[in-house]
């Protein structure tokens, strides 16, 4: 009983210090996008491939950007580990699930922002996945959204999962 009782308690303590090295010592936190656990990947693949290999870990998908919090503390950190390059980041922003058609997240939360460049998300029925474009003025121009085919341009990706115990 007292066994039971103190793996209670030390489950709570590890509840109150949740950091997302317990999901895996490849899952990170990124500064000011609190109570989720990210992974970059910076080697360039396809949407497809990418949206694989984050659901291949339980929990995981590629990265939703829920709120412009979210959305400028991944671009931020990308410029960090990122190379800045042109070609973006893949984001798990779909219109694949038809008969729906219309984008949808691919962790099933609900769309409650977007930040899509000029004359985007692109009318071409082939451009059906997003990403993060980079292109344009430095500055807020740069984390706008643009969409492509999701088989055929490269770019690197974030697998984003909640943090829980
Ligand atoms: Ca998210």
């Not at 973006?88 to 899509?116: A, F």
């Amino acid at each position: 009983m007292l066994q039971l009782l103190l793996l209670s308690l030390s489950s709570l303590v590890l509840a109150a210090n949740a950091q997302c090295s317990t999901l895996g010592n490849t899952w990170e936190e990124i500064p000011n996008a609190e109570g989720f656990c990210y992974q970059y990947y910076g080697t360039p693949a396809t949407w497809a491939e990418a949206n694989t290999k984050c659901q291949s870990f339980a929990g995981g998908d590629l990265t939703s950007l829920d709120n412009e919090a979210e959305a400028n503390a991944i671009y931020e950190y990308w410029k960090t580990v990122g190379t800045n390059s042109n070609s973006g980041y893949w984001i798990g922003l779909t219109d694949l699930h038809k008969p729906m058609r219309r984008p949808l997240w691919t962790d099933w939360t609900r769309i409650r922002y977007t930040n899509w460049q000029a004359a985007q998300p692109s009318s071409d029925t082939n451009d059906n996945c997003a990403y993060v474009a980079n292109e344009g003025a430095e500055g807020s121009e740069r984390k706008k959204w643009k969409a492509t085919s999701c088989d055929d341009a490269r770019k690197p990706y974030f697998c984003e999962r909640k943090l829980q115990i």
